[in-house]
């Protein structure tokens, strides 16, 4: 047997995840283990490394991702390793590719490939959550957590129905629950603006949560409203944590649109009483003022009913066609949190299978249309008619104040939301992570670069239960980034989103260079971590 050979890293700056002062000292790593973390180690054996001016931290942890098929599809997976993450969360906002059956796989690869595509070089051969976590386990460059998608156990017990779960459709749900939690996942994700998951009632998610709650996993919601309701989305996750006892983590926390603004201290306040009543609550945020989503998420939920086929015909139909326009350009769309749709702020992202729409990328869909002579609600129907639903959307609806604050407070981390397919993808699925190294800790100021590490590394590990990583001490699995603070900086821009970071030197993923002197290596050390483990 050959004898794994020792990494040393020497006179590092290190952050240890914990938010403590950066101290200097060597780390050694032997296998995909830290061994030792002092200064003056001596290893004649170990590949050695001397990192003066370099900073050393646990590897960063994307708290939530929609890289589901792509870290399949595109297994280098360099959009996440150039800007330093060694752990993404998949499985969210209530929709993913597992559990499934054969109908409700073929139903999500048309419905959600604006998120991940859908890619026919894979062999979609898994059915269960034991089959999709087998089929990261050594095939990813990350590691990898999984949410059971509530909107995806709705479907397999009772389709797309627009109406209430039954006690015993709950029941149902919460045995395939119950499997997917015994088999690895680490909680439940709910979509509670898209179609099914805003169907459910409360009671419906308390049930669930219970579940949850005895597995001691999350419950990760993508709330009700983000809109005119956003507090009343917010406190009914929080009801929901109290009724059945479940942690409650939010899913890309924000408070947008102009109707919010001067409503986050209400917000905040909501989160500090429901942490001292005793709720374990925390929440992750992206740095950017612009949201990403599906195209047709946006239409009334009425429209959204029934599969792909009848939501198209609705689309087509005159009668229709016109009652959608009307709730999009002047009574408002629940799929737009309520609101009228402002389509100087919707860019559309991509349009898969219909080349004829491209040039609808170039801008914002106000403009494209005005340059058409077409109405911008009218086009967006044919957009969504062309790509079969399948188009994607940018949507810059954010207040800066709120981005700002929301990750000063204690309970915060990190999750880029990102969506890697695309004509033109958001930038924060290649830049999420270096942007708060660089724009909020570096030049503004917002966050030390202590706490900055400590929301990207210690406190998810803590969340997901993960005894062994996310802190730079002996013992703990040896996912690492090694970085130039001074330089580390996001190139991804909404114009040429896929630009990876600079300053980032070197990934370990369990003990192995992922990323070394800045070029990905093209390994496949990434596991995935089972919440039963």
């Not at 590691?143 to 389709?159: D, E, F, Q, S, W």
């Not at 996001?490 to 260079?513: D, K, M, S």
Request: hydrophobic share 40%; glycine share 10%.
């Amino acid at each position: 047997m050959v004898e794994e050979r020792s990494v040393l890293f020497r006179n590092a700056s290190v952050l240890d995840g914990t938010g403590r002062d950066a101290f200097t000292a060597d780390v050694r790593v032997e296998g995909d283990t830290i061994t030792d973390v002092r200064p003056g180690i001596v290893d004649d054996r170990a590949e050695s490394y001397d990192l003066r001016g370099l900073t050393l931290t646990p590897g960063f942890i994307d708290m939530h991702s929609h890289s589901d098929i792509q870290i399949l599809a595109n297994p280098d997976h360099e959009a996440k390793l150039s800007q330093g993450v060694t752990l993404e969360v998949l499985g969210q906002d209530g929709l993913s590719y597992a559990p499934v059956s054969d109908e409700v796989l073929g139903e999500l690869r048309k419905r959600i490939r604006g998120w991940n595509d859908d890619p026919d070089i894979l062999h979609w051969d898994w059915r269960t959550v034991a089959d999709y976590l087998r089929r990261l386990d050594g095939s990813a460059a990350v590691n990898t957590a999984y949410l059971v998608p509530h909107g995806t156990l709705r479907m397999l017990v009772m389709g797309d129905a627009a109406r209430p779960a039954t006690p015993d459709e709950v029941r149902q749900m919460a045995q395939l629950l119950h499997q997917g939690l015994t088999e690895g996942a680490v909680g439940l994700s709910a979509g509670l603006t898209y179609v099914p998951g805003m169907f459910a009632t409360t009671d419906e998610l308390v049930e669930l949560c219970r579940v949850v709650a005895e597995h001691g996993g999350y419950f990760c919601p993508h709330h009700r409203n983000y809109g005119p309701q956003a507090l009343e989305g917010y406190a009914e996750c929080i009801d929901i944590a109290k009724q059945s006892g479940v942690a409650l983590h939010f899913a890309h926390a924000h408070l947008s649109f102009d109707v919010n603004r001067g409503k986050l201290p209400g917000l905040l306040r909501l989160f500090d009483d429901a942490i001292a009543q005793g709720v374990d609550l925390s929440f992750d945020s992206y740095p950017y003022l612009a949201a990403m989503t599906t195209l047709s998420s946006q239409l009334p939920s009425w429209a959204q009913r029934g599969g792909i086929e009848d939501q198209i015909d609705r689309l087509r139909d005159p009668i229709t066609r016109e009652e959608i326009i009307t709730a999009l350009d002047i009574t408002g769309s629940d799929g737009h949190q309520g609101l009228t749709i402002n389509w100087s702020d919707i860019h559309v992202s991509s349009t898969p299978s219909a080349p004829e729409f491209e040039w609808v990328t170039a801008g914002d869909l106000r403009s494209v249309a005005a340059e058409a002579g077409r109405r911008p609600a009218e086009l967006c129907l044919d957009i969504l008619i062309a790509t079969e639903l399948g188009a994607s959307c940018v949507m810059f609806v954010g207040i800066e104040e709120h981005v700002r604050t929301l990750m000063q407070h204690p309970r915060h981390m990190v999750g880029s939301d990102g969506i890697l397919v695309g004509d033109r993808p958001h930038p924060r699925s290649w830049g999420t992570f270096p942007r708060i190294l660089h724009t909020y800790v570096r030049e503004d100021q917002v966050l030390s670069l202590p706490e900055a590490i400590r929301h990207m590394t210690y406190s998810p590990a803590q969340r997901l239960r993960l005894a062994d990583r996310g802190q730079i001490a002996s013992g703990y699995k040896a996912d690492i980034v090694i970085f130039d603070p001074a330089t580390i900086r996001a190139q991804a821009t909404y114009e040429r989103p896929r630009q990876p970071a600079t300053g980032i030197e070197h990934v370990l993923v369990n003990g192995r260079f992922a990323m070394k002197n800045g070029k990905v290596t093209g390994t496949r050390t990434g596991r995935a971590l089972r919440g039963a483990e």
